[in-house]
């Protein structure tokens, strides 16, 4: 069984950029498909990006769409999301999280999750 744990999380100006990073641990990150949703206060868990095995795949959200890159290494163990031009309307708490199956875009398609950090984007 794998575990996450984001961080990178904090309050940013809009036009600012963080970047996220998802730490695993109890097994090799190289095994898994990944992702990375978000949440705002009363809303649904909402995805964001995904990337392959090795990255040389990726697929956003329309939302993120050039502005937001994933990526991985493998060799750290760790999953990454660079934010650039960030919005208010990015302000969420983002999970990193393990893809087993099914739609890309589904929240029922990752079985493996990390607690979360933090996004606020002042405007």
């Known amino acids: 069984q794998v575990q996450l744990v984001e961080s990178g999380g904090g309050l940013v100006q809009a036009g600012g950029s963080l970047r996220l990073s998802c730490a695993a641990s109890?097994?090799?990150?190289?095994?898994?498909?990944m992702g990375w949703f978000r949440q705002a206060p009363g809303k649904e868990r909402e995805f964001v990006a995904h990337i392959s095995w090795a990255g040389g795949s990726t697929t956003y959200s329309d939302s993120v769409k050039g502005r937001f890159t994933i990526s991985r290494d493998n060799a750290k163990n760790t999953l990454y999301l660079q934010m650039n031009s960030l919005k208010p309307e990015d302000s969420a708490v983002y999970y990193c999280?393990?893809?087993?199956?099914?739609?890309?875009?589904?929240?029922?398609?990752?079985?493996?999750w990390g607690q979360g950090t933090q996004v606020t984007v002042s405007s």
């Open positions: 999280a393990v893809y087993r199956g099914g739609s890309l875009f589904l929240h029922d398609s990752y079985n493996y």
């Open positions: 109890g097994r090799a990150l190289s095994a898994y498909l």
